[in-house]
């Protein structure tokens, strides 16, 4: 069993930064790839960013390309997500995810065994 906890959601303004992390429980995070998505309101939820079980690959939706960063550190079992120059249209829930030793990264939500509860990222025009 896996337990993912996001934090650092929170309202900015457009232009703005937040940076999101993903605390894993358990042992097998090292096994791990993970990924980060989003859920905008009256909309499906779509892919953001993952990440191998090494940190030596990374894969982005083509919306955040150049804007966001996907990082991880196995010795504190955390992901990151840094958002860059934010504008609304990024607003949403956003979801960190494991597969679980599974160490390849993927883009498909139904590859991912494991979610965390949610952290709301609100950016204001």
């Known amino acids: 069993q896996v337990q993912l906890v996001e934090s650092g959601g929170g309202l900015v303004q457009t232009g703005g930064s937040l940076r999101l992390s993903c605390a894993a429980s358990?042992?097998?995070?090292?096994?791990?790839?993970m990924g980060w998505f989003r859920q905008a309101p009256g909309k499906e939820r779509e892919f953001v960013a993952a990440?191998?079980?090494?940190?030596?690959?990374?894969y982005y939706a083509d919306s955040v390309k150049g804007r966001f960063t996907i990082s991880r550190d196995n010795a504190k079992n955390t992901v990151y997500l840094q958002m860059n120059s934010l504008s609304p249209e990024d607003t949403a829930v956003y979801y960190c995810?494991?597969?679980?030793?599974?160490?390849?990264?993927?883009?498909?939500?139904?590859?991912?065994?494991?979610w965390g509860q949610g952290t709301q990222v609100t950016v204001s025009s």
């Open positions: 995810a494991a597969r679980h030793l599974r160490p390849i990264a993927a883009d498909s939500d139904g590859d991912y065994d494991y």
């Open positions: 358990g042992r097998t995070f090292t096994a791990s790839a």
């Open positions: 990440i191998s079980w090494s940190g030596l690959n990374t």
